[in-house]
């Protein structure tokens, strides 16, 4: 049974790091055919996707927020870590992650955090 | 980047109703497009993907089909559990996310 939780904190200040974790079980983050994706979503908008790390390590980002983001994973702890750089009100979402096998949909996700950015 | 355009955006259906959803690509993305159903607070539940395979667990209500730059998500008899919103996401170039189609109910 896959299942995975986001977590983090849910206020951050702008120009602040916001840093998520996605705590997984059920399947393992070294296969290759394996990915594990964040995506996000604002209140009453449809979903953004933010970044993607596949079990070879390849790392893939949204071109247009490339340079505020890094994943990483720690296979052994079964997590996958995505860190954002300056927050803005903007950012205000609530941000999931999600399993994928590679060349299909994401088809397991976790429940999603909320994240506002607010001074 | 690649621009995904559903349409329409609101859809207003009876129970029993046959419905059809378009999600047009900015340039060709083969058949690596998803469809998702997603209900208020609820994460995204996938439906679809390559185009038209059917995600194990899915009804057979659904299906999907399409390639190049045109798809459609087609729900052959409307149930009360289907009214949610719909997302097209295409996985060709980096991904995208259609803007939705709420399907409500008349």
């Known amino acids: 049974q896959i299942t995975l939780k986001e977590s983090g904190p849910t206020l951050v200040k702008p120009t602040q790091t916001l840093t998520l974790t996605c705590t997984f079980s059920?399947?393992?983050?070294?296969?290759?055919?394996?990915?594990v994706a964040w995506i996000r979503q604002p209140p009453g908008k449809a979903p953004e996707w933010l970044a993607l790390?596949?079990?070879?390590?390849?790392?893939i980002y949204s071109p247009s927020l490339k340079t505020r983001l890094t994943i990483t994973k720690d296979t052994s702890r079964s997590q996958v870590v995505l860190t954002m750089t300056n927050m803005d009100p903007v950012d205000t979402a609530t941000y999931f992650c999600?399993?994928?096998?590679?060349?299909?949909?994401?088809?397991?996700w976790g429940q999603g955090t909320p994240v506002t950015v607010s001074s | 980047d690649i621009q995904m355009t559903q349409s329409p955006s609101t859809l207003s259906a009876s129970v029993g109703d046959r419905v059809t959803i378009t999600c047009r690509a900015s340039?060709?993305?083969?058949?690596?497009l998803a469809w998702y159903q997603q209900k208020p607070g609820i994460a995204p539940k996938l439906l679809i993907y390559?185009?038209?395979t059917l995600e194990s667990g899915v009804p057979s209500s659904f299906s999907g089909s399409g390639s190049g730059t045109e798809f459609t998500l087609t729900i052959s008899s409307l149930q009360p559990d289907d009214f949610a919103t719909y997302h097209c996401?295409?996985?060709?170039?980096?991904?995208?996310f259609g803007q939705g189609t709420k399907v409500e109910i008349k």
């Open positions: 999600a399993h994928r096998l590679t060349l299909r949909g994401l088809d397991y």
């Open positions: 059920g399947f393992s983050l070294s296969t290759r055919a394996v990915d």
């Open positions: 790390i596949r079990g070879n390590d390849d790392e």
């Open positions: 340039q060709s993305i083969s058949s690596w």
């Open positions: 390559e185009a038209s």
């Open positions: 996401q295409q996985y060709k170039n980096g991904w995208t």
